[in-house]
């Protein structure tokens, strides 16, 4: 993904609460509270804040993040945006 893209991601989401690892953002403001992202990461780089009025994903092991895209693609919301995808081989192996 080229730098423009990343740069309009930033702005569309200025103002939003944002997390990002190397390889994702995430847009909480989008989050539904589906935890489709939870379950799909194979690494455990994404979980949740459960409260009555308060809900949406949360990064836990921003470190573990391989760049899969796993996150982004199980998100029906568009909370999750890849930012770059891993070259590194063999991280395919974990989605």
Sequence with gaps: MGSEWVQNMRGRLRGARVKATE????NTRLCR??????RACPRGVIGKVDFLFHKHIRLIEPDLCVGCGACEKACPEGAIAALKRSKRQGDDQFC
């Design 23 to 26: 390889y994702i953002i995430i």
């Design 33 to 38: 509270a589906c935890w489709k992202c939870i």
